[in-house]
């Protein structure tokens, strides 16, 4: 079982040549955004995105006003294939955490591209499959695990992915709130369970951050997560 939900840390571009690579990247705009800029997927149009450096986040916003985050994306991970591939809109809205910038590719090119290259191609149905099997895993988690689990399953993950080293430990630069939004949990239920580890010293937490001070209790309960799921 891996340790990172929704969107797998691969990225498609990794498998085509560096000549290729360039050659693509030429062809895609650069866009850049600043923390809190939105891109609305499903009532702009589509194409696919690559994001190139910074940090962003994919969620939606429920009925209830509520947020389910589906993915944190880092340097490499890409979206909007699912739209171009299957003709359906997803809603969805991608918000910037960090400065980001973002390569975009529309929606025809995208298209060409695939059949320019078959190696990328079938690299891409394999992410997709990934992202399939990685969604499942996260239902499963959100619906059966105990909040503790799912909040040290996320933290393991996103230590992996968009954590960085510090002299204080592993810095996931999330908030409460957001992490809150990725575990399907509300903010007060995280900030309890943090601060019960905090006084373990197992992490430490600021207004913008979550620093694993100790990720070795993490991991353990990652391990048991994985022996009965």
Known sequence: MTVKWALVKTNPLQMLSNEQASQLLSRMLSVHYNPGDRLELGREPGGWWVVEKGMMKVY???PDGSALTYAILGEGDSFGETTILTGHWVRATVEALEPSEVRYLPPDQFQAL?????DFALTLLKVLAERIRQSEERVFHISRLKLSQRIAHALVGLAQSVGHETEQGIE??????????Y???????????????????????????VILK?????????DRIREVA
């Open 183 to 209: 575990v399907g949990a509300s903010r007060e239920a995280v900030s309890r369970t943090l601060s019960r580890w905090a006084r373990k010293g197992w992490v430490s937490t600021n207004r913008k951050a």
């Open 114 to 118: 695939l059949t320019e290259y078959p």
């Open 172 to 181: 996931i630069p999330l908030t409460h709130q957001e992490i809150a939004d």
């Open 60 to 62: 939606q916003i429920a």
């Open 214 to 222: 100790d990720p070795t209790p993490f991991q353990l309960m990652t």
